[in-house]
């Protein structure tokens, strides 16, 4: 076995936007398309698309999974 430990297993705030923002732009597109209208299906596009942009946007700034973060221990107020 590999001596390697991960503790983030791809979580993160970047992560965890994109995956919400995806969700929420299935849902629409899925109504949309269940109910025949275009509008809610170009916004859930727009919706996904944007999504997409955040979550690369947070991981570029720092709120993704390879962010410098203090071990748990240097933090302050964790003991």
């Known amino acids: 076995m590999s001596a390697e430990?991960?503790?983030?297993?791809?979580?993160?705030v970047a992560a965890w936007t994109g995956v919400f923002a995806l969700i929420f732009a299935s849902a629409?597109?899925?109504?949309?398309?269940?109910?025949?209208a275009h509008l809610w299906t170009i916004i859930g596009l727009?919706?996904?698309v944007l999504g997409l942009v955040a979550a690369f946007v947070l991981?570029?700034?720092g709120f993704g999974v390879h962010a410098k973060r203090l071990p748990p221990q240097q933090r302050t107020g964790v003991r």
């Open 46 to 48: 727009v919706v996904a």
């Open 5 to 12: 430990h991960h503790d983030d297993h791809g979580h993160s």
């Open 59 to 61: 991981s570029r700034t």
């Open 28 to 36: 629409l597109i899925a109504v949309g398309v269940a109910w025949g």
